[in-house]
């Protein structure tokens, strides 16, 4: 690798002596050798799931939507081929097998003809699809769903002064990249089930408990014949399918071992056959039961819904624990076996590639995204610390078995065990970006704050990028917008617009900046306009949310939901009694517009060392000719240093989104929260903003997240952590996640000072209640190789949002992303 003299993270080390051939996996061959069948295969969409869902909603015209979605899921229980790949323990796919991902005609029917020949040549996340699917969902798939997608609902519904500043008006397949709606690109936000239900009831009994609701209704009542009715017709009928499709698997299972001349493989097969006729129709009774029941629940939930960041695992090692406990205690299992079941998962989870059809869900959801959330530690419904020997075997296999599923994620709080937090700093040392952190003491206090119980609040999960669930509690789905402040600042500087759209007035005119003679005329312009962009964001959620239950429906959720199950009302409904709204908007850029406003405020109307149209005319001509101005601006205050002057711009952009949205969100209905996440949006954002004051160049990538702009963060990551904690405003309960990425030099962490040096860190982090923290640990130089030999680096993974994907990967454009991050040495 060229770096000999450079000390290398575990996973370099690992990445040298799988070029020269000395590289050993760990003793459980079975999960690497599945791995390996499909490792670098470019994913195939499978076009089943579209085939049958589309066949049973051209059946089901007219009847309640949720009963339709029931029978489209019984329709593709029946009839959607089972596989059982080679050496498999869990069963059950979502589609073909090798990599693969599924299309969601109801959402994205409007884009499957253009999907069908731009995929295959995408930059971000190609998929392969065969030429005579191409034909199938040209002829009957796509024709069906022309003008009955909740994308072109929405574009229809949205007044022109919001339309402009989401999709280009002349073609509404485009995105404007200003305030961008998400809730197109997925039926649902992150969700979160309740396992614990499916494996301690099973289906059978869910499924006879809606039939003595529904014999109880009184059918001479509308409400109950014309609304409970239907959905518990829609209860039953998917507790029956995920029934049906299990016990084909069983069938297929015993009619393999019949052939099988492997003795070994052969009982497997039998094991198999027994597992899927008896979960989840029935409660788990072992720890492999229960692995398989909940497996069968999560992959069905793939075949209802596009549920934003896939349908996350809730706390494991919480509802897995009994089970675990009691095999090893009857020698029914042993720490090997059970680290074996659950690889066996991972690698399952790491076929089915999450697919963004829309163009602009793709750009903003790079290397094949994927949130499967394994929730780890923290506390218990009683505030008492819930870590137990299946929290540790979950990070064992998370060193030993080294690919980028499932996205595990670490709850902490200020008593989480020293062991915790030592196995926590040991796998972050791997380098592969897992676990990511998520602070207790920050997200319980704002759960209970909106409506939950303290015994709710202490057993959230994690789910998607950085965000949480409260199971049975949490019923807000509908995905929300992306706010470009960047633009909004670009158009404090072209009165309300932008140069990539020219002379178009998209926003309100702010007056002309040359004309402003001091700070606070620039500032309170910017606040207009940021404002202004929060005020359309808002409208068009206000819209989303009316239109989708008349699109969506979701029975499976509904059905493993009290809160639904209580009310009679499909997930996707508008309100459900008992419920906790909890939505979000996401700031974009926020990072570069602080450092952008500190050097305007500073060089501009303080030191007056250039005046606003010098600044202007530099900008719009990208700093050519002009380094010695640009070299200026990069040495103004900067967020991310534990820098008072920066620091207090960023709490007062924060503060004014917090005020805005605690004075309007009580107008939608819904907790809209501040929330600083845009996975991999900050690169298309930043394609339409052209250079910033901060020194960065027109078109560059914006900063991610909470995280301080490229190279901005020179003293160190506690300073980082200090700017996060600094730039809050705790008066607000309308907060929500922020993304933090910090990069570490692998030599600044080795041995067991360097675990110590990153525990100390995540106590400091968890101490100044700072919601989200994650890590890459790699060298630059590694990075840089594998951009010159991309196939001698295929395994190298890194940290990109909230979600680990393989280097290679990554656009050229998130490549440098991540190169440009910082690289602290603690």
């Given at each position: 690798m060229g770096l000999s003299t450079t000390v290398l993270s575990p996973q370099e080390q690992r990445l040298t002596e799988e070029l020269t051939g000395k590289y050993k996996a760990c003793e459980r061959p079975r999960p690497y050798n599945i791995f390996n069948s499909f490792k670098g295969e470019r994913p195939q969409i499978d076009i089943e799931r579209a085939k049958y869902f589309t066949e049973s909603f051209k059946l089901t015209e007219g009847q309640p939507l949720s009963l339709r979605w029931a029978k489209a899921l019984r329709h593709i229980a029946e009839?959607?081929?089972?596989?059982?790949?080679?050496?498999?323990?869990?069963?059950?796919?979502?589609?073909?097998?090798?990599?693969?991902?599924?299309?969601?005609?109801?959402?994205?029917?409007?884009?499957?003809?253009?999907?069908?020949?731009?995929?295959?040549?995408?930059?971000?996340?190609?998929?392969?699809?065969?030429?005579?699917?191409?034909?199938?969902?040209?002829?009957?798939i796509?024709?069906?769903?022309?003008?009955?997608?909740?994308?072109?609902?929405?574009?229809?519904?949205?007044?022109?002064?919001?339309?402009?500043?989401?999709?280009?008006?002349?073609?509404?397949?485009?995105?404007?990249?200003?305030?961008?709606?998400?809730a197109t690109m997925r039926s649902a936000l992150q969700w979160v089930h309740d396992f614990e239900k499916v494996l301690k009831k099973g289906f059978?009994?869910?499924?006879?408990?809606?039939?003595?609701?529904?014999?109880?209704?009184?059918?001479?009542?509308?409400?109950?014949?014309?609304?409970?009715?239907?959905?518990?017709?829609?209860?039953?009928?998917?507790?029956?399918?995920?029934?049906?499709?299990?016990?084909?698997?069983?069938?297929?299972?015993?009619?393999?071992?019949?052939?099988?001349?492997?003795?070994?493989?052969?009982?497997?097969?039998?094991?198999?056959?027994?597992?899927?006729?008896?979960?989840?129709?029935?409660?788990?009774?072992?720890?492999?039961?229960?692995?398989?029941?909940?497996?069968?629940?999560?992959?069905?939930?793939?075949?209802?819904?596009?549920?934003?960041?896939?349908?996350?695992?809730?706390?494991?090692?919480?509802?897995?624990?009994?089970?675990?406990?009691?095999?090893l205690q009857a020698g029914r299992v042993d720490q090997e076996k059970a680290k074996e079941l659950l690889e066996c998962m991972w690698v399952g989870m790491a076929q089915y590639i999450d697919l963004y059809v829309s163009p602009a869900g793709a750009c903003f959801n790079e290397a094949y995204a994927h949130w499967e959330a394994v929730t780890i530690g923290g506390l218990d419904e009683n505030g008492e610390d819930a870590t137990n020997e299946l929290t540790y075997l979950l990070l064992e296999s998370k060193r030993e078995f080294p690919i980028n599923y499932p996205d595990l994620a670490a709850r902490v709080h200020a008593r989480s065990p020293e062991r915790y937090l030592y196995e926590i700093a040991e796998t972050i040392k791997e380098g592969s970006g897992f676990p990511k952190l998520i602070n207790d003491e920050e997200v319980i206090p704002l759960l209970v704050a909106k409506g939950a119980s303290f015994k709710e609040a202490n057993t959230y999960a994690v789910s998607g990028c950085t965000e949480v669930r409260m199971p049975n509690r949490d019923t807000y789905t509908s995905p929300c917008a992306y706010v470009n402040i960047a633009a909004a600042l670009e158009m404090v500087l072209y009165n309300g617009r932008m140069k990539i759209y020219?002379?178009?007035?998209?926003?309100?005119?702010?007056?002309?900046?040359?004309?402003?003679?001091?700070?606070?005329?620039?500032?309170?312009?910017?606040?207009?306009?940021?404002?202004?962009?929060?005020?359309?964001?808002?409208?068009?959620?206000?819209?989303?949310?009316?239109?989708?239950?008349?699109?969506?429906?979701?029975?499976?959720?509904?059905?493993?939901?009290?809160?639904?199950?209580?009310?009679?009302?499909?997930?996707?409904?508008?309100?459900?009694?008992?419920?906790?709204?909890?939505?979000?908007?996401?700031?974009?850029?926020?990072?570069?517009?602080?450092?952008?406003?500190?050097?305007?405020?500073?060089?501009?109307?303080?030191?007056?060392?250039?005046?606003?149209?010098?600044?202007?005319?530099?900008?719009?001509?990208?700093?050519?000719?002009?380094?010695?101005?640009?070299?200026?601006?990069?040495?103004?205050?900067?967020?991310?240093?534990?820098?008072?002057?920066?620091?207090?711009?960023?709490?007062?952009?924060?503060?004014?989104?917090?005020?805005f949205t605690h004075k309007y969100s009580k107008t939608i209905g819904v907790s809209l929260d501040v929330r600083y996440v845009p996975v991999t949006s900050h690169v298309p954002f930043g394609k339409v903003v052209g250079a910033t004051a901060n020194g960065r160049n027109a078109g560059a990538a914006l900063s991610d997240g909470s995280s301080a702009s490229h190279g901005a963060d020179v003293k160190g990551p506690t300073?980082?952590?200090?700017?996060?904690?600094?730039?809050?405003?705790?008066?607000?309960?309308?907060?929500?996640?922020?993304?933090?990425?910090?990069?570490?030099?692998?030599?600044?962490?080795?041995?067991?000072?360097?675990?110590?040096?990153?525990?100390?860190?995540?106590?400091?982090?968890?101490?100044?209640?700072?919601w989200h923290l994650q890590f890459n640990i790699i060298n630059k130089e590694t990075l840089l190789a594998a951009q010159k030999e991309p196939d001698k680096y295929r395994n190298l993974l890194v940290r990109v949002a909230g979600y680990s994907a393989y280097f290679i990967d990554l656009s050229p454009d998130l490549q440098n992303d991540v190169i440009a991050r910082t690289e602290h040495s603690l």
């Amino acid at each position: 690798m060229g770096l000999s003299t450079t000390v290398l993270s575990p996973q370099e080390q690992r990445l040298t002596e799988e070029l020269t051939g000395k590289y050993k996996a760990c003793e459980r061959p079975r999960p690497y050798n599945i791995f390996n069948s499909f490792k670098g295969e470019r994913p195939q969409i499978d076009i089943e799931r579209a085939k049958y869902f589309t066949e049973s909603f051209k059946l089901t015209e007219g009847q309640p939507l949720s009963l339709r979605w029931a029978k489209a899921l019984r329709h593709i229980a029946e009839n959607i081929t089972v596989y059982i790949d080679d050496q498999q323990l869990l069963v059950g796919r979502a589609g073909c097998q090798g990599r693969y991902g599924v299309i969601y005609p109801e959402l994205d029917g409007c884009f499957l003809e253009q999907m069908a020949e731009e995929l295959p040549k995408r930059i971000e996340s190609p998929f392969y699809i065969a030429a005579d699917d191409i034909a199938y969902i040209k002829q009957e798939i796509a024709p069906y769903w022309k003008g009955k997608t909740f994308y072109e609902d929405l574009a229809k519904s949205l007044p022109e002064d919001v339309l402009k500043l989401t999709y280009d008006p002349v073609n509404v397949s485009k995105s404007r990249f200003i305030v961008n709606e998400t809730a197109t690109m997925r039926s649902a936000l992150q969700w979160v089930h309740d396992f614990e239900k499916v494996l301690k009831k099973g289906f059978k009994a869910i499924k006879q408990e809606a039939q003595s609701q529904l014999e109880a209704l009184d059918l001479f009542d509308p409400k109950d014949a014309l609304e409970k009715a239907p959905f518990l017709e829609a209860i039953i009928l998917v507790s029956e399918a995920i029934v049906v499709w299990a016990k084909r698997h069983a069938r297929l299972a015993a009619e393999l071992a019949v052939n099988e001349t492997d003795v070994k493989r052969k009982r497997e097969l039998q094991e198999i056959a027994r597992i899927c006729d008896w979960v989840p129709e029935n409660p788990a009774r072992t720890f492999y039961e229960a692995a398989q029941a909940q497996w069968f629940t999560q992959m069905f939930s793939r075949l209802e819904q596009k549920t934003g960041a896939t349908i996350s695992n809730g706390r494991m090692d919480q509802y897995l624990y009994p089970f675990y406990k009691a095999d090893l205690q009857a020698g029914r299992v042993d720490q090997e076996k059970a680290k074996e079941l659950l690889e066996c998962m991972w690698v399952g989870m790491a076929q089915y590639i999450d697919l963004y059809v829309s163009p602009a869900g793709a750009c903003f959801n790079e290397a094949y995204a994927h949130w499967e959330a394994v929730t780890i530690g923290g506390l218990d419904e009683n505030g008492e610390d819930a870590t137990n020997e299946l929290t540790y075997l979950l990070l064992e296999s998370k060193r030993e078995f080294p690919i980028n599923y499932p996205d595990l994620a670490a709850r902490v709080h200020a008593r989480s065990p020293e062991r915790y937090l030592y196995e926590i700093a040991e796998t972050i040392k791997e380098g592969s970006g897992f676990p990511k952190l998520i602070n207790d003491e920050e997200v319980i206090p704002l759960l209970v704050a909106k409506g939950a119980s303290f015994k709710e609040a202490n057993t959230y999960a994690v789910s998607g990028c950085t965000e949480v669930r409260m199971p049975n509690r949490d019923t807000y789905t509908s995905p929300c917008a992306y706010v470009n402040i960047a633009a909004a600042l670009e158009m404090v500087l072209y009165n309300g617009r932008m140069k990539i759209y020219h002379d178009e007035l998209l926003t309100i005119e702010t007056g002309n900046p040359r004309s402003f003679a001091t700070w606070e005329e620039f500032w309170q312009a910017y606040i207009g306009q940021q404002t202004y962009l929060l005020k359309q964001a808002f409208k068009q959620q206000y819209i989303a949310n009316s239109l989708r239950e008349k699109h969506f429906a979701a029975p499976l959720g509904s059905v493993l939901h009290e809160q639904c199950l209580k009310d009679y009302k499909d997930l996707h409904s508008a309100s459900i009694a008992g419920g906790i709204d909890l939505g979000y908007f996401d700031i974009i850029g926020y990072a570069t517009v602080v450092d952008s406003l500190a050097a305007i405020k500073k060089f501009v109307y303080e030191e007056k060392q250039i005046t606003i149209a010098e600044l202007i005319a530099v900008l719009a001509n990208d700093f050519q000719g002009d380094e010695a101005i640009r070299q200026l601006l990069l040495h103004a205050p900067r967020y991310g240093n534990n820098d008072p002057y920066a620091d207090s711009i960023a709490k007062n952009i924060d503060l004014a989104a917090l005020q805005f949205t605690h004075k309007y969100s009580k107008t939608i209905g819904v907790s809209l929260d501040v929330r600083y996440v845009p996975v991999t949006s900050h690169v298309p954002f930043g394609k339409v903003v052209g250079a910033t004051a901060n020194g960065r160049n027109a078109g560059a990538a914006l900063s991610d997240g909470s995280s301080a702009s490229h190279g901005a963060d020179v003293k160190g990551p506690t300073a980082v952590l200090m700017s996060n904690a600094n730039s809050k405003n705790m008066g607000f309960q309308e907060r929500a996640s922020r993304l933090l990425n910090i990069k570490l030099s692998p030599s600044c962490v080795q041995g067991e000072a360097g675990t110590r040096k990153i525990t100390s860190l995540i106590r400091s982090w968890c101490d100044l209640k700072l919601w989200h923290l994650q890590f890459n640990i790699i060298n630059k130089e590694t990075l840089l190789a594998a951009q010159k030999e991309p196939d001698k680096y295929r395994n190298l993974l890194v940290r990109v949002a909230g979600y680990s994907a393989y280097f290679i990967d990554l656009s050229p454009d998130l490549q440098n992303d991540v190169i440009a991050r910082t690289e602290h040495s603690l």
